[in-house]
């Protein structure tokens, strides 16, 4: 993987270690998009979830892991916590892997991609994003 460095700040000139200076890096290998902000990127997270299977899947551990949150909380029991990471990204990688057949965008953008998972959720909730 090329690593990219955001020369001169926000939205500045972008350049890979092997010296590409363009938004998708052009060197050999894999290539990491730079989004300047998330509302640049949602679009693109939202073409990773094409798949119906994925978005469902993606929608489920959410829901584990909101429940899990609230059993934590009434409990008052931290070590259900613990189960939260492995109830999102499971379900999710699940439904990468099998069904979208893409790398998930939580290994080149995590933040953002944590930030897609619940702004999705929310539009299924809203009706915006169909399950």
């Known amino acids: 993987m090329h690593l990219l460095a955001d020369f001169g700040g926000a939205g500045g000139v972008v350049a890979c270690a092997l010296g590409c200076t363009s938004r998708r890096c052009a060197a050999p290998g894999p ?24 978005r469902r899947l993606h929608f489920i551990g959410s829901a584990i892991v909101l429940g899990l949150l609230a059993v934590a909380l009434l409990t008052r029991d931290a070590w259900w916590l613990l ?42 909730l809203r009706g915006r994003v169909r399950l």
């Not at 998330?38 to 693109?44: L, R």
């Not at 990204?89 to 439904?95: K, L, P």
């Open 31 to 54: 290539a990491v998009t730079r989004f300047r902000s998330f509302a640049e990127f949602y679009p693109f997270y939202l073409g990773e979830h094409r798949n119906a299977a994925c």
């Open 83 to 124: 189960a939260m990471p492995l109830a999102g990204y499971g379900f999710a990688w699940v439904g990468h892997f099998f069904f979208e057949k893409n790398r998930p965008a939580t290994f080149t953008h995590p933040w953002y991609s944590l930030l897609g998972d619940w702004r999705m959720f929310a539009d299924v």
